[in-house]
């Protein structure tokens, strides 16, 4: 059994160190107070079943709080007064040098929290270890200085979560659509370099790559790019091409048929494609960032998107040269051809390639091929955004997200016309849903005190928004000339602040919300798969989205509500929850709370009727939603994963399937590394030679909306392990 210390290094359980801690408060109250050294060892033996109990690492504090508790369970209140000053006390030494403390487990790579913070961060290498020591810099200032401190406790009790503290002492913003059009067309400055509009295809997806390097550079979150914007360069390659065909056979001295010259400026084109698009793809995998992990991008390949149909052709060649390198995957260390993490790929499903007899169903078939072996791309329906994303113009629109999950609101700029390009997210706070209702329901349920404590969290979560936005206003354009100046976002001049992007409904701040699942059960006693259930999970859905209206309606922010993709914080919540109500069946009894409005992953429920049931709180969740099924090895049912498509299409606007993509590097095993328990901790093994050596296989697991391949805390270990299949 192990336990996590203050400095987030995992150790092992030691029953001595109770007893003694114990024995030395028991040593200094008069001698009619202390305990027999029998119920000293009787407490420690209490505490360390009710450690095993867990399931997991339990932190020093909480352990703590377990001996307190023993004690005065004992009636020995005077030792629990000494132990409990001797906490005190030494917490009032250490809080002069935690941020140290934990820098230095920083490099030294012993710090469990940081090393499964992020799926896609590797904390051993420089870069990495680099960009946490600065986010341990801007938490302790965060906490310290910039936030108030009815914020910073909410948050560390796991009431609500403030996202990315790490980067919040710079005026820096959570993700965006990059304008790669205007970028590409315009042209753009990169490390003070003038980059004109290129000359070829292949050039424009390098200039492609560079730009997504410098904007992850310069945000937080994830960014979004669209194919359509390079589209227009394969008509420029293909005249390029054309004119070097026809110099050359007129240096031969041959006359071929048009036919021809066509056959072989098409097969050249082809090959630039396939040139550009590795480009985009070894690039954005290769890259590292200033944050230490490649750049977390979704490309979106949307068919309609295209202005013509000339276009929409040469951005179907694209699309397809796209799924089949990601169909191929990419060599690991040992030659083997593996899943990346991104770029993150998102394919829409239009009339053009739907059914079998769409002019682009090939594309969808070759789609669902690469979705069964590489899990993306993902699945947007046209039909159903077209119905829910409607403008002030009464106009539907079908756009990206930003990054996994995060969807601007619909918006028409001055001249009347959508814009979602150029757009960005401020920020997110989360509320704990599963607090919220535990909190009510502490005596007895009750939905009307559900309500009352509902608003309240809101209120909490509205003034940490507003941190959030008062964090950006003001902020110069210089802050990040790629892009606030160069086209990535605007076009804003040096020194001028970006303050007016924020406001009008351009840009969003997103309450996040999670743990749905869990509060409806607690408030009502039933599951979200039963009616009594969805219809008081709707309920709450609607009180968020009023909130969000009514903060809108009074400050002229888009607030917009986001069903948050927890990764290390869902363990987070588990945690506090249990701390603070113990263990409830149903409720805190697992390791980590559902993400968003999710059907529990341990439900058992076929695939089509969890998107059916899902789908009405996606169309609840405007700022931000994704639903998917779990699936096993669909490589030889396509079929089925097809079906799954065409259910996506007619019911809901945004899914995926979460395939398995694995293999063992010591014995060459391709199938699914497995979910262990080992001396009371979650481990990964080869079910075919026993590895249990993470850094001797590859594992891609979807967490939150992307794909992870660098592990997982045990909260979200756990809840890998439980997923159910729904196919």
Known sequence: MKIIKRNKAEVDFDIDKITA?????????????????????????????SCEKMGRALSVEEIQDLVEKQIMAHGAFEVAKRYITYRYTRSLVRKSNTTDDQILTLIECNNEEIKQENSNKNPSVNSVQRDYMAGEVSKDITERILLPQEIVEAHKQGIIHFHDADYFAQHMHNCDLVNLEDMLQNGTVISG??????????????????????????????????????????????EKIAASVREELKELEVSPSEEQISAIVEARLREEIERGVQTIQYQ????????????FVTVFMYLNEAKDPQLKKDLALIIEEVLRQRYQGVKNEAGVYVTPAFPKLIYVLEEDNITEDSPYWYLTRLAAKCTAKRMVPDYISEKMMLKLKVDKNGNGNC???????????????AEGKPKYYGRFNQGVVTINLVDVACTACREEKSEEKFWKVLEERLELCHRALQCRHERLEGTLSDAAPILWQYGALARLKKGEPITN???????????????????VYEVTGKKLTEPEGEEF??????????????????ENIDYSLYGTPLESTTYKFAKCLQQRFGIIEGVTDKNYITNSYHIHVTEPIDAF????????????????????????????????VVEVIKFIYDNIMYAELNTKSDYCQCCGYDGEIKIVEDDGKLVWQCPSCG?????????????????????????????????????
């Open 501 to 519: 992007l924020l406001h009008g409904g351009y840009s969003t701040l997103s309450l996040g919300y999670a743990g749905l699942w869990e509060c």
């Open 691 to 727: 590895n249990t050596d993470q850094s001797k296989m590859n594992v891609a697991r979807r967490t939150c909306g992307y794909i992870g391949t660098q592990y997982w805390n045990q909260g979200r270990t756990q809840e890998i392990k439980e997923r159910v299949l729904h196919l």
């Open 21 to 49: 801690a114990v024995t030395k408060a028991n040593n200094v109250v008069e001698e009619d107070e202390k305990m027999t050294p029998k119920q000293i060892l009787r407490i420690s033996d209490s505490v360390m079943k």
């Open 193 to 238: 370099t003038m980059i004109e509009k290129p000359h070829s295809f292949s050039t424009a997806c390098n200039i492609a790559t560079q730009i997504i390097a410098q904007v992850a550079s310069s945000q937080y979150g994830g960014q979004s790019i669209s194919l359509t914007h390079l589209a227009p360069f394969v008509q420029v390659s293909r």
């Open 537 to 554: 999970g709707l309920e709450v859905m609607k009180a968020l989205n009023a909130a969000c209206a009514k903060w809108k309606a009074a």
């Open 399 to 413: 756009y990206t997200c930003m990054g996994c999950r995060s969807f601007l609101t619909p918006y028409v700029d």
């Open 284 to 295: 954005v995998v290769t890259l590292m960032t200033t944050n230490g992990q490649a750049p």
């Open 609 to 640: 009727e969890k998107l059916a049931l899902e789908s009405k709180f996606q169309a609840l969740s405007p700022g931000g939603a994704i639903s998917y099924v779990e699936v096993p090895n669909m490589q030889n049912n396509i079929e089925a």
